[in-house]
């Protein structure tokens, strides 16, 4: 039953860009903010646990919702023909052993990885936090986002874990071999990297298409599009979901010891990906 591709990262590192990608390879035409919907959304809206699986997560602890993620993802597997997935959590597995995104129900992975100091900057923004607060949660091992409440409209929750256990957990844990893509590699030479994405994929996409793809992402008609129409997937702590989308933008932002903070936290997966 492999079926899902799962399109997986750490927050702010690129995820619903590369779905805009995605949406426009498929679809063969400009992505509409508002077409964009389920395409690829995240597969943790208790409704949909409940809709999918005939259960009322309303009666649930957040652990038992966890333990039911799995089924959940088999039920999407076998319902959608070869759906797309997108992830912020670690890979992981629920406390009785099973992994929460499943090499049995794998048809790829996508792993997108950015500079761990532009990424805490785009999330301070996002959360309309201090940049202190958003490198502290960057280095946590237990990071989890979502599972707050028990009604039927909140989200499992998201073990993100750090920046680096996060990385590591799908590159190096998995099992799923995921097509690893630089945030900063997809933004210099994004023709290069949808080639190479679509022939991993094994989509069809001709060199027009894939022109196509790189024209209608670009951040400034996103950023268009969303002062325009707007965009559901903004959360209100933020003003703009597509904010500056380049690299390199943290030297600007960071003081030098927030940068050492960061480089001292993540020193191995930053080696590792070449964030000098």
């Known amino acids: 039953m492999s079926s899902i591709t799962w399109l997986a990262s750490y927050p702010r590192s690129g995820n619903t860009w590369m779905r805009l990608i995605l949406w426009t390879l498929r679809h063969g035409r400009a ?10 959304r995240m ?14 997560s309303g009666l649930l602890r957040a652990e038992e919702i966890e333990a039911l993620r799995p089924a959940m993802h088999e039920a999407i597997a076998a319902l959608k023909p ?19 995104h499943d090499p049995a129900i794998t048809q790829s992975t996508i792993y997108l990885i950015r500079d761990p100091r532009d990424v805490a900057v785009s999330w301070a923004n996002f959360r309309d936090e201090s940049l202190d607060c958003a490198i502290a949660y960057l280095a946590n091992p ?8 028990q009604t ?23 099992g799923l071999s995921p097509l690893v893509i630089r945030y900063e ?4 030479d994004p023709q290069r990297w949808i080639g190479i994405l679509v022939d991993y994929l094994g989509w069809p996409a001709p060199p027009e298409i894939i022109d196509l793809a790189v024209e209608a992402t670009r951040f400034d008609r996103l950023r268009k599009l969303e ?30 010891a927030q940068t050492a903070r960061i480089e001292r936290d993540h020193a191995a997966m930053m080696a590792r990906f070449g964030y000098r």
């Open 31 to 40: 992505v509409d903010l508002e077409l964009l919907g389920d395409f690829g």
């Open 227 to 256: 002062s325009e129409t707007g965009f559901a997937e903004r959360p209100a702590s933020t003003a703009s979901f597509f904010r500056a989308g380049r690299a390199e933008g943290w030297r600007e932002v960071l003081s030098a």
């Open 82 to 100: 070869h759906p797309l997935v997108k992830v912020h959590d670690a890979w992981r597995r629920t406390r009785d052993g099973r992994p929460v």
């Open 43 to 56: 597969a943790i809206n208790r409704q949909l646990l409940d809709t999918t699986l005939e259960c009322d």
């Open 152 to 174: 039927i409209l909140s989200l499992a929750p998201q073990h993100i874990g750090s920046w680096s256990t996060n990385a590591a957990s799908w590159i190096d844990d998995s």
């Open 185 to 188: 590699d997809m933004l210099a």
């Open 142 to 149: 237990n990071a989890v986002i979502g599972g707050g409440g």
